[in-house]
């Protein structure tokens, strides 16, 4: 269970990026979170994991306080948390294999890490999971070879190999084509069921966040301003996050192409 | 459109405007006041100028034609100085790395190591390679043990220099997504910069080692080995034909060097 | 694809091992072997000294220990000194920035006949391969001690690299130019100065900025085999011993590189 409770995150002496923000996410859900650029969705996640320092307030992962953890203790903790990336953030230069190995660098010692002998069970799940996605064919292929859709496989496999307790996605399909993107937020979120994980997912593809997410929360200028159902995802709540914001249209109405049947209308946004 | 009528006078064009002239015959005007002066007050004899021509011209007659008397000590000499150059590049990477790592901006621990690390760059830098040898040779007596040190500390500070800007040049997104898995400090390096730094830093090695083969062609001069000794002895002994042979051979053996380094280029990058 | 990787899932304990970075094992280990073989080579056939290496640290301290602290009291032969340095500097980077022009043009493939070509470019390779104080080492023999010698050096060194550059900036010209001119009935020369300097010449002017900026550290060091300047200077402190003065010399070159490449780079970058 994640509880995130006034969460305050300011740079330098500017206006806070997250004004006081509260929320929780229990059980294997998979969240969306949509907003404009700079509605403060980006730093949200990266003030989970602490990739980005909070100003103030907490947030608790499973009971343990994560906002004071200091060195090993942090590492010890992001490792329970997995995250993806907007832009994939492989190393492109190394195999597929090594890209998705890398997700037990906070297990692992530094000898193992360097000469990449990794323990037996850790390749044993690293195919697994490429299995699961349809990459294991790639392992030894070098990581700026494949596809976008392909490249941002990687990037889920390298955070599922942390074992994590909780998956972060930062707009994983934003540098993704349509249907592409629409792959990968299936995979995430069939693999929220398989393994009872809670996903946190930036998007600012509403149509996307409505088809494949069970909760939506709507943030602007670092203020939850909607949280509640796809259903209950209207028009006023639409305007209410992107009104008065240069939004891109098209990519937050369109629907996902074979998600019209699935029950999410074109009137509805 | 043009009012042609408006115009009366005289139109002028000029390529520049005020005020660009104005700096121009002032940048002109110092350049032209600096070589008078330089010309004016520099300790030269004027009729050993006029007469220069005709010595440099007598000296080039007595080294006609180069003699291959020596060829055998020369070509040992020859490979001292390729040892001389390729050891000191080898040896000169265990220091310029952490060095490097130090003065990069976004890898470095703290500010007193970035100064410590800019200090070491522009000290190694500045001192030319046979002033270096000059010290060296002061210390550890005449020998090549002080053109490799001379070498060595000369090549710190460009291979340090260099790579310092391929740490600083590289990519941020793996870096925070090793960071995302709980891996500590060394494992990021690893995993994160070294791959992205390899292939500068096999570009940069290798021009070092051309560039060294050059430098330590001179060593000898003050003493510090290599072919330089036997170019110094010849000359002492105004063995004319001697040093022709040996200024070809070390025309030889910069060409040698760059075909060397232009095939690892193809071959490595 | 599918059928190999359920081929692959069935088999009991999957193995993955990092592909080398050569995958030819023979070739890999090869290159150990040839590098360990040359390491014992190069080590075991210089002449090293060792008796002599040996007494290198208490030497060491009585070097240090005699420059420090660096002695700037005889500032009027350090002035000489670094005055005649940026005098052969200048000098140097004149005569070289013009000689280098006519050697660029006959180094330039697509301007000059072949035979001119192929003498232009060797006057360019013959001067950079050789180190200045090479250079300077042999106009010392022929024309004496003193600035001429510095200035004869660097003038060849300067040549060396800005004509190769220069070379290169006019063999990728833009050639519709020069067919202009040559549509108008232009001569030979006439072309050069119309349609090829005007394409080259701010680059040489930021050239000879850069170009000023290495010859002053050259001259720094083509003293020290006579050819005048501070290196001079810094070469009789080292021959008297007189480490206090030598190390007050050292900082002022240090210093002195330190600025002119502070102002060659903020030149370069205002004029650009």
């Known amino acids: 269970m994640l509880e995130i409770s006034k969460l305050v995150k300011r740079y330098g002496n500017d206006e806070p990026v997250l004004k006081e923000l509260d929320l929780v996410v229990e059980g294997s859900s998979v969240v969306s979170i949509v907003g404009a650029s700079g509605a403060g969705k980006s730093t949200m996640l990266r003030c989970i994991n602490r990739l980005v320092e909070p100003t103030s307030g907490s947030i608790r992962l499973n009971g343990t306080e994560l906002v004071n953890l200091r060195g090993g203790a942090l590492r010890r903790a992001r490792r329970k948390i997995g995250m993806v990336f907007q832009g994939f953030n492989l190393i492109d230069r190394l195999t597929v294999m090594e890209n998705v190995l890398a997700g037990r660098l906070g297990y692992v010692s530094l000898y193992q890490a360097v000469t990449r002998r990794y323990p037996q069970q850790d390749i044993e799940r690293a195919f697994t999971l490429m299995e699961r996605v349809g990459i294991a064919h790639y392992a030894n292929k070098r990581a700026d070879a494949l596809s976008g859709g392909e490249r941002q496989r990687v990037g889920v496999v390298r955070a599922l190999m942390q074992e994590p307790e909780i998956l972060l996605a930062d707009e994983p399909t934003a540098s993704l084509d349509p249907r592409t993107s629409e792959q990968i937020m299936k995979l995430l979120q069939s693999l929220a069921q398989e393994l009872s994980l809670p996903v946190l997912i930036n998007i600012h593809n509403v149509a996307q966040a409505k088809a494949y997410t069970e909760r939506i929360v709507g943030l602007r200028h670092g203020k939850m301003i909607f949280d509640g159902a796809p259903g209950d995802f209207g028009k006023e709540a639409l305007d209410a996050i992107y009104g008065g914001i240069e939004a891109p249209e098209e990519e937050i109405t369109a629907a996902p192409s074979r998600t019209s049947s699935e029950g999410v209308s074109h009137g509805q946004i | ?269 | 694809m599918a059928r190999s990787d359920s081929a692959r899932s069935a088999s009991p304990a999957r193995v993955w091992h990092k592909p080398p970075f050569i995958a030819n094992p023979w070739l890999r280990y090869g290159l150990w072997l040839g590098v360990l073989i040359y390491l014992v080579w190069a080590l075991g056939s210089l002449p090293f000294n060792w008796e002599r290496i040996s007494e290198g640290l208490p030497r060491a301290s009585r070097i240090f220990g005699g420059g420090f602290p660096p002695d700037f009291s005889r500032s009027g032969l350090l002035l000489t000194g670094f005055k005649e340095s940026l005098q052969i500097a200048i000098l140097a980077t004149l005569l070289g920035v013009l000689l280098s022009i006519p050697f660029a043009v006959m180094a330039a493939k697509n301007i000059v006949p072949k035979p001119v070509y192929l003498f232009g470019r060797a006057v360019i390779i013959v001067s950079r391969s050789f180190h200045p104080v090479i250079v300077a080492i042999l106009f010392v023999a022929a024309v004496g001690f003193g600035p001429l010698a510095g200035i004869l050096t660097l003038t060849v060194y300067s040549i060396g690299f800005v004509g190769k550059l220069l070379a290169e900036e006019i063999e990728e010209i833009d050639w519709g130019q020069v067919e202009a001119m040559k549509a108008t009935g232009a001569g030979y020369f006439a072309i050069l100065v119309y349609a090829v300097f005007p394409q080259i010449l701010p680059r040489q002017v930021g050239l000879s900025m850069y170009q000023l900026d290495s010859n002053l550290r050259a001259s720094a060091v083509v003293g020290i085999v006579g050819a005048g300047g501070i290196g001079a200077t810094l070469m009789n402190a080292f021959g008297r011993y007189d480490y206090d003065f030598a190390f007050a010399i050292l900082l002022v070159i240090i210093a002195m590189i330190l600025v002119s490449e502070g102002i060659s780079g903020w030149i370069r970058k205002r004029i650009w």
């Open chain 2, 1 to 269: 459109m043009v009012d042609h009528a408006a115009s009366p006078a005289p139109r002028v064009w000029q390529r520049y405007d005020r005020r660009q002239r104005l700096v121009r015959f002032f940048l002109t005007l110092l350049s032209l006041t600096l070589i008078v002066w330089a010309v004016r007050d520099i300790d030269i004899f004027w009729p050993w100028v006029w007469d220069a021509p005709n010595q440099i011209s007598n000296l080039g007659a007595r080294m006609w034609p180069p003699d291959p008397r020596r060829l055998s000590e020369i070509a040992s000499a020859m490979v001292e100085t390729v040892h001389i150059a390729t050891l000191a590049t080898m040896l000169n990477v265990f220091i310029a790395l952490p060095v490097a790592y130090i003065a990069a901006q976004n890898t470095t621990p703290n500010r007193a190591c970035l100064w410590l690390g800019r200090f070491i760059l522009v000290a190694s830098r500045s001192v030319n390679t046979i002033i270096w040898a000059l010290l060296f040779v002061a210390i550890f007596g005449p020998g090549v043990l002080a053109g490799i040190l001379a070498i060595m500390f000369r090549s710190i500070g460009f291979v340090g220099k260099l790579m310092g800007e391929a740490i600083e040049e590289i990519d941020r997104r793996p870096v925070e997504a090793m960071e995302a898995t709980g891996a500590s400090k060394l494992k990021v390096v690893a995993y994160a910069i070294v791959p992205q730094v390899m292939p500068a830093f096999f570009a940069i090695v290798i021009l070092r080692w051309d560039i060294n083969i050059r430098e330590s062609t001179v060593l000898g001069l003050v003493g510090a080995g290599g072919i330089g000794v036997i170019l110094q002895g010849s000359i002492d002994t105004f063995a004319w034909r001697t040093v022709a042979t040996i200024l070809l051979a070390i025309i030889a053996l910069v060409l040698f060097g760059e075909a060397v380094t232009s095939w690892l280029r193809r071959r490595v990058i």
